[in-house]
C-alpha cells in the first residue's frame, strides 16, 4: 500500500475523482497551475487540463456563487477556500444559498458543491491563517460539516463528499498536513511516512459521512475529539496512563451519536475536545447530545477542553492549544467522582 500524507491524499481523491467524472473540477484561488498554496490540487491543472482546475479571483462569494450555479447545472465543483479564516466573505452565499437550495425548491433543484479550506492553528499563521471556524457551519441545516484526522480518512471522507449529492465543507486541520502532532511545540512533528495511518490505497475507496471511530479502545472515560485534537488526545491519555475511551468523530454533522452513547453508557464518563473557542463551540452541542442521551448512565460532570475565549494569538498559540496538560487534568477531574 503506498505511503501519503493528508496533502497527497487529498490530491489523489481529487485526481481519482475527476479521472472517473467529467462533471468534476477543482475552483479557487491558485489552485490551478501553482497547484495550491498548500500544494493539494498540485498537477491537476497540467493532467486534467485548464478548463478543469479553475484559477479565481480573490472574492470567496463569487468563488462559491459561481460553484452552485455549476452545481445546478449538473456539475460536481470542489472549491478551495485557501484558508478557512476567509470562508467569512462566503459566508451569505454558502448558508443563504448552497445550504438551502435543495429545500427552497422543494427538491426540484440541488447543488453537490464541495467546499474544502485548511483550518486550525499551529502554523505561526496569526489570527487570520488559524481559525477554527467549523462550529459556526454546523448549526446551519442543510450542509454536511467533515474534518479528518489523517491521511487515510481525508482521502476515503474527501471521495464521498464529491460524490454526496448535498453540499459538504470539508475541513483540512494543516497542523497535521504532513504528520501527526501531539501537542507539545518542543517535539517535531511525526512524518506521515512513518505512521500506520499514512498508508493510503492508491485506489477508490469511500468512508461513509456520519460515521465515526474508535482511534483507542478504553473504560474509565470516552473522550470526543475531531481534527488536529485528536492526536493531542492521544498523548495525553498516554502519558496520563488513564484507560479513555477515544473516539475521532470524523464528522460532526451528521454526527454517529450511536458510537458516542454506546461509549458513554459503557465508560459513565466524557470529556470533550476541540481546537475552537469555548463559547457557543461545537463542544457545547456534543455535551448537550451526551447528557441528553446518556445522564442515567454519567457517573461525572462531562467536561470540556477547548481553546480560549479570544481571537487566534499569534505570539501565544502555544498557550492557547488545549494542550496534553490541560487534557490530563480534565481526565483526572472525571476520574475523581467515583
Not at 485526481?15 to 490540487?41: H, N, W, Y
Not at 497540467?46 to 449538473?74: C, F
Request: with cysteine; hydrophobic share 40%.
Amino acid at each position: 500500500m503506498a505511503r501519503m500524507n493528508m496533502v497527497q491524499a487529498i490530491n489523489s481523491a481529487l485526481d481519482i475523482k475527476m479521472s472517473q467524472d467529467p462533471a468534476v473540477l477543482v475552483m479557487g484561488e491558485d489552485v490551478g497551475f501553482f497547484g495550491g498554496v498548500f500544494r493539494c490540487t498540485e498537477g491537476l491543472y497540467q493532467k486534467h487540463g485548464p478548463h478543469r482546475s479553475l484559477d479565481m479571483p480573490i472574492a470567496e462569494g463569487g468563488i462559491i456563487a459561481t460553484a452552485i450555479g455549476m452545481g445546478v447545472n449538473g456539475l460536481r465543483p470542489v472549491v478551495e477556500i485557501q484558508f478557512a479564516d476567509y470562508i467569512y466573505p462566503a459566508f451569505d452565499q454558502i448558508v443563504s444559498e448552497l445550504a438551502r437550495l435543495r429545500h427552497r425548491s422543494g427538491g426540484e433543484f440541488w447543488a453537490p458543491v464541495t467546499i474544502r479550506t485548511p483550518c486550525g492553528g499551529g502554523i505561526r499563521g496569526g489570527q487570520t491563517h488559524s481559525q477554527s471556524p467549523e462550529g459556526i457551519f454546523t448549526h446551519v441545516c442543510g450542509l454536511k460539516t467533515v474534518m479528518p484526522s489523517n491521511p487515510y480518512d481525508a482521502k476515503g471522507l474527501l471521495i464521498s463528499a464529491i460524490e454526496d449529492d448535498d453540499p459538504v465543507l470539508f475541513f483540512e486541520p494543516k497542523r497535521i498536513y504532513n504528520g501527526p502532532f501531539d501537542g507539545d511545540h518542543n517535539k517535531p512533528s511525526v512524518s506521515w511516512a512513518s505512521h500506520p495511518l499514512g498508508e493510503v490505497p492508491e485506489e477508490h475507496y469511500r468512508i461513509p459521512i456520519g460515521q465515526a471511530t474508535i482511534s483507542q479502545a478504553g473504560n474509565d472515560v470516552t473522550v470526543l475529539a475531531y481534527g488536529t485534537m485528536v492526536h493531542v488526545a492521544a498523548a495525553a491519555i498516554k502519558h496520563s496512563g488513564i484507560d479513555a475511551e477515544l473516539i475521532d468523530l470524523r464528522s460532526l454533522v451528521p454526527l454517529d451519536l450511536t458510537t458516542i452513547v454506546n461509549s458513554v453508557e459503557k465508560t459513565g464518563r466524557c470529556v470533550v475536545i476541540h481546537e475552537a473557542t469555548r463559547t457557543g463551540g461545537y463542544g457545547a452541542e456534543l455535551v448537550a447530545e451526551v447528557q441528553e442521551e446518556c445522564f442515567w448512565h454519567l457517573l461525572a460532570p462531562i467536561e470540556r477542553v477547548t481553546g480560549w475565549d479570544t481571537p487566534y494569538p499569534h505570539a501565544f498559540e502555544w498557550e492557547y492549544f488545549p494542550s496534553q496538560e490541560r487534557i490530563i487534568e480534565a481526565l483526572q477531574r472525571t476520574l475523581e467522582n467515583r
